[in-house]
């Protein structure tokens, strides 16, 4: 009987372990798998498109920066990213100790011990009208979340010594159900130091 008890609570705080993993990462407290009434707390949306099977809604926060969920023909969230707004007063992420604007891709490599991987979809570095953008991705136990750090126009060219991944700062960061990843950028390219970071 004893025997059976002591797996009974080791079974339960597996689960909890699991349960407490997978929902570490959030975004204003929204979690991939969540049903999409739990967007109701961000209230009416700004826009609401659809894009394939999804639809994709978005809002614009107290802060100014900008928060999109797309949600599956189930209705379960399966995407969601934060935008930053540009300001020069830099914002918190929604995730520990990262600050949009400030937070480098080399704060992130240090933090995280690799340089993460990237989407044969999609690449990892994109050239948009404003700068460059360098996109890294790093796993939870059921998601993926990506961080876009961005080196804008001007600074790019720069003659200036800083290695650019200290000059790329968090522009936007999302996550991602693993599933809905795949499907929509491809296989992954891991870094060869990569190694599935522990979240805080």
């Known amino acids: ?5 002591v797996n009974g609570v080791i079974a339960v705080a597996v689960m909890f372990a699991r349960a407490h993993s997978s929902h570490a990462q959030s975004l204003q407290g929204l979690h991939i798998g969540e ?10 949306p700004e826009t609401i498109e659809k894009y394939k099977s999804y639809v994709v809604q978005k809002w614009t926060l107290a802060s100014g920066n900008a928060l ?21 007063d830099a914002t918190g992420s929604d995730l ?3 600050r949009f604007g400030a937070t ?9 011990g690799s340089n993460g991987f990237r ?21 939870t136990s ?13 600074a790019s060219q720069s003659s200036n010594s800083t290695p650019v991944a200290a000059r790329a700062k968090l522009d936007a960061l999302s996550i991602a159900d693993a599933d ?14 990569y190694k599935k970071p522990e979240w805080k």
């Open 180 to 193: 809905y990843a795949k499907s929509e950028w491809g296989e992954r390219i891991y870094d060869p130091n």
């Open 68 to 88: 999109s969920a797309t949600v599956n023909s189930e209705g379960k969230i399966v995407y969601l990213e934060s935008d930053w707004n540009g300001s020069a």
């Open 35 to 44: 049903d999409k009434s739990a967007l109701a707390k961000l209230g009416v």
């Open 142 to 154: 059921t998601a993926v979340v990506t961080f876009f750090t961005k080196v804008p126009s001007g």
């Open 96 to 98: 520990d100790g990262l």
């Open 1 to 5: 009987m004893k025997k059976a008890v």
């Open 104 to 112: 480098s891709l080399a704060d992130l490599r240090r933090r995280f």
């Open 119 to 139: 989407f044969k979809g999609r690449g990892g570095v994109l050239r948009t009208s404003d700068g460059v953008v360098m996109i890294n991705s790093y796993d």
